[in-house]
């Protein structure tokens, strides 16, 4: 019999086979695990992904070879179009009151009454506040006193000169008592033109106790409260009264600019549009008022200052604002997105989509870019559609898939509606 306690040791040969036949399982695993991936992937793979995943073909020697197709470009496409074409110059301006007034007392005396409130919009004429009117009463009171005296004494005068001139001729008076009473007359009748302009200052002086506007406009913050004892030399006043409709916007440009502003203004008026800082909102239409009569020596630029009807009150004093000012109008001008314009060593160029859906890169020229809309001189025709947006995945002759077109008039128009 064996002895149990002595182990077996199986023979090299053996153990070799054993290591073939772990090698050969897992290799037959791997095979059946990518065979049914495979067939897995044909299954749930999505429909849409057949597009780019082509047929397998087969070669001149009867072997399979695969298609490398490459997918279309998802781009943003606008058309060229016709339209008038503004030439603009840009500044920056500040917007400034049309007229601007503080109301002052012209008179001393106590503030009775205060008629505004404070941001009231008022009219010309308007009464703002009440002085005290009765010292006022009182002069005019006297100075027509003072007339009712003085006409008197010219009666007076005038019955005594009309008896003395009766009596010289006959040799009863003296020539020099004559000549006084006729004199008198004349000094009575110089004291009337006196009382008459006392009379009036005395009114006048009263007016001015009524406190009103000389002015359309807005009111500011009140500067006085009734029961204050106020005087004409105050250097405060009683309120800041600002004319907004219209309302002005002073702004610069460069010296270099000023021959073609003035021969542009020559032919016509030139239309200002007030703007945000961003440059994508106009807030208000206006028109150019003037040049300022010199040039600004230390920043070399030339003032400017626009008018605006400022209807919404849109415009308030002190904002700054970009100003637009267009100096040229090109009628029926060939325009497309500024976005389709690309750059390289050779110039300007765009993306253009033929009518087999492919992308040509196509040289234009530009003859000036205002805001979104450059200004097309060569290079593009009417109605050609054109890439704003995904160029940098486009090779030339590459399909693309369109996004809906925008028209650049019509994306204009809206942009100017805002």
């Known amino acids: 019999m064996r002895d149990p306690t002595v182990e077996i040791q199986p023979s090299r040969p053996t153990i070799r086979h054993l290591a073939r036949l772990r090698r050969s399982r897992v290799a037959l695993a791997l095979v059946v695990l990518a065979v049914a991936g495979a067939a897995s992937w044909r299954f749930v793979a999505p429909a849409g992904f057949g597009a780019f995943w082509p047929p397998a073909r087969q070669d001149g020697l009867g072997r399979a070879t695969q298609q490398v197709m490459v997918p279309p470009v998802p781009v943003t496409i606008a058309a ?57 009463e009182v002069l005019l009171r006297q100075a027509e006193a003072a007339k009712a005296r003085d006409v008197a004494q010219l009666d007076t005068a005038q019955r005594d000169f009309a008896r003395s001139e009766a009596l010289v001729d006959r040799g009863f008076t003296t020539r020099q008592t004559y000549d006084t009473q006729k004199n008198q007359i004349a000094q009575s009748q110089a004291a009337l033109l006196a009382d008459d302009a006392a009379i009036d200052n005395a009114r006048l002086q009263l007016s001015y106790a009524r406190i009103v506007s000389p002015l359309g406009g807005r009111t500011g913050v009140r500067l006085v409260d009734a029961g204050n004892m106020i005087r004409a030399s105050d250097p405060g006043g009683l309120v800041t009264i600002t004319q907004l409709q219209p309302i002005s916007v002073v702004f610069t440009l460069p010296q270099e600019l000023f021959g073609e502003i003035a021969a542009a203004m020559r032919v016509s008026t030139l239309a200002a549009l007030a703007t945000t800082q961003d440059n994508k909102r106009v807030i208000a239409r206006g028109a150019l008022q003037l040049i300022d009569n010199a040039v600004d020596q230390a920043t070399g630029t030339i003032r400017l200052k626009a008018n605006f009807p400022n209807d919404d009150e849109a415009l308030w004093p002190g904002q700054f604002v970009n100003v637009r000012l267009e ?44 805001e979104d809309t450059a200004l097309v001189s060569a290079g593009l025709k009417e109605g050609e559609q054109v890439v704003i947006a995904g160029h940098s995945r486009l090779r030339p002759g590459a399909k693309v898939v369109p996004s809906r077109p925008a028209n650049v008039a019509d994306a204009q128009t809206d942009r100017r509606a805002q």
């Open 80 to 136: 060229a179009a016709r339209r008038d074409f503004a030439i603009a110059l840009r500044g920056i301006g500040t917007v400034q009151a049309y007229n601007t007034v503080t109301v002052k007392s012209r008179v001393d005396g106590e503030l009775q009454q205060v008629l505004f409130r404070e941001g009231q919009d008022v009219r010309q004429g308007d009464v703002l506040a009440q002085i005290d009117p009765r010292p006022f």
């Open 327 to 370: 100096v040229e109008t090109r009628k029926e001008s060939l325009v497309v997105a500024a976005a389709a314009v690309q750059r390289n060593q050779d110039g300007t160029y765009a993306w253009v989509i033929r009518p087999d859906g492919t992308a040509e890169v196509r040289p234009i020229k530009i003859a000036t870019v205002q």
